[in-house]
């Protein structure tokens, strides 16, 4: 990341204000949802950045309590994949019926890791 202004994320901003402003207004008509797109995807990418690690690890943590074990010490792209792997044992066992027991607690579990997505991806959506 930059140590200078602007960072990283507030140019993503502006790239999306001025998609939003001035290029989805002066493209032909059929090319305009293009454009938004791209604004969009722009402050999708600022708020990810902005979120760091904080949603990864908030998930390493859900997931590992789902699955009864300490949240793997990781950061980076390895906090991914740990996040990946540890969604697809909740997916495997939920599949096997074997966390049919413990159904109350695992939608409540995925209700919340959904709504930390939205948070980042459509902040205010659902509120």
């Known amino acids: 990341m ?11 901003d502006a790239v999306a204000e ?3 402003a001035d290029v989805s207004e002066s ?7 293009q454009a ?3 604004a969009n995807l722009c402050a999708l990418v600022a708020r990810e950045m902005r979120a760091g690690e904080a949603p990864l690890r908030a998930d390493l943590e859900l997931f590992s309590a789902l699955l009864d074990r300490e949240p793997e010490e990781t950061s980076g792209e390895g906090l991914g ?9 909740v997916s495997r066992r939920l599949r096997a019926g074997e966390m049919d027991r413990h159904l109350d607690e695992v939608a ?3 209700r919340e890791h959904v709504l930390r997505k939205l948070a980042v991806a459509r902040p205010g959506y659902a509120g």
Do not use: N
Not at 2 to 12: C, F, G, N, V, Y
Not at 27 to 33: D, G, T
């Open 2 to 12: 930059s140590q200078d202004r602007p960072a990283a994320p507030e140019l993503l």
């Open 18 to 20: 001025y998609l939003v």
């Open 27 to 33: 493209v032909p008509r059929e090319r305009r949802f």
């Open 36 to 38: 938004l797109v791209a």
């Open 81 to 89: 994949g740990a996040v990946r792997e540890a969604q697809a044992e």
């Open 108 to 110: 409540a579990a995925l």
